[in-house]
């Protein structure tokens, strides 16, 4: 039993000094480095990035200062990785007509390319990309309306902060189909991209809106912070309790509050799969020249509510959520 166990350490301490003369230096486009949903995506490239370490490589996280001039900004990310020699490259495509070029460049240059987060299967076979992964945004957008429709709600708004945005302009579409699909209608309702992340400003505008449009009993929207700000807006417009929210992404405040009954639901994207699944990939694509036949990898969407939150709130305490 001895010399099998020296044996089996033998063998696997040759097998990793063998690949540990191996190394991929892989980018990452991601959000802003306050942005609570993008830290988790980032939690997920850098865990993912501990094997890519031991290999002799690195992970290199690139994120906008702020979402003003999004497409534009993570154009100029994505080149800066080709200039700095990366072996492979995850982005997501938030804004195709102004990123579009980019990722093209990274494919003729014959950088191995996967999207994440935005832009689904349909922009990975439009670039030539290797995959897909992340939720399906316009599902996302359907889930949240068919459940607030479901929920007697008929009629709604999606607040979106980031509009151009195609993943942003998916779930508001894709929430306005939900509530149809529920017998419900719904509008969108576009805000400076300032607006995002501005607790003041969507409150201001959520609270007006609600005021000018009574019959709006159903709040959508695209982000947690904004989830939380539309909140606030609910309560200065003295709705809390007759208007029902439902947003992507959550945090521990979100959650409480569905724990509490103060909001209905949230949708999951399970970001931290994202940024993990995205990097382990294409590690293993530059160093063993593996692939993954399935080449749209959903992480989402989930509903998570009143019945799912506790398993929720467990998978926050270990940073993973």
């Known amino acids: 039993m001895k010399l099998f166990k020296i044996l089996v350490s033998t063998a ?15 980018f990452v486009i991601g959000g802003k480095p306050d942005d609570p949903f993008w830290s988790i995506v980032k939690r997920g490239a850098e865990d993912a990035g501990k094997v890519v370490e031991a290999q002799g490589g ?14 534009v900004d993570a154009a100029e990310l994505i080149r800066q990785a080709i200039d700095q020699k990366a072996d492979a490259i995850v982005g997501p495509d938030w804004v195709p007509e102004a990123m579009d070029p980019a990722f093209k460049a990274v494919v003729d240059a014959g950088i191995p390319l996967v999207i994440y987060n935005a832009g689904g299967l349909q922009a990975a076979d439009r670039l030539g990309a290797m995959n ?32 151009g945005a195609a993943n942003i302009e998916a779930y508001c579409g894709g929430f306005k189909e939900g509530m149809k699909n529920g017998g419900g209608e719904a509008d969108v309702l576009p805000l400076p991209a300032t607006s995002f992340g501005s607790a003041t400003a969507v409150a201001q505008a959520v609270k007006a809106y ?19 700000s539309a909140m606030n807006g609910i309560t200065q417009a003295g709705k809390a309790g007759q208007v029902q929210l439902c947003g992507i992404n959550f945090d521990e405040t979100i959650l409480n ?27 293993g694509k530059v160093n063993y020249g593996l692939t993954v036949p399935t080449r749209e990898i959903l992480t ?22």
Do not use: M
């Open 12 to 26: 696997v301490l040759a097998a990793y000094s063998a690949s540990s003369t191996l190394a991929a230096d892989i």
């Open 58 to 71: 690195k992970v290199t996280w690139l994120g906008p200062q702020n979402y003003d001039n999004l497409g």
């Open 132 to 163: 897909y992964v992340g939720s399906d945004d316009y599902k996302g957008g359907v889930a949240g309306g068919e459940y607030l429709a479901k929920a007697g709600n008929k009629k709604g708004v999606c607040i979106n902060t980031l509009p």
């Open 210 to 228: 609600l005021l000018q449009h009574q019959g709006v009993t159903a709040v959508f929207t695209i982000g947690n912070v904004d989830a939380n």
């Open 257 to 283: 509050n569905i724990k509490d009954g103060k909001q209905a639901c949230a949708i999951d994207q399970q970001g931290y799969w994202q940024g993990y699944l995205a990097v382990s990939i294409l590690n």
């Open 300 to 321: 989402g969407p989930g509903i998570i509510d009143k019945n799912t939150v506790e398993l929720t709130i467990a998978g926050v305490k270990a940073g993973a959520r």
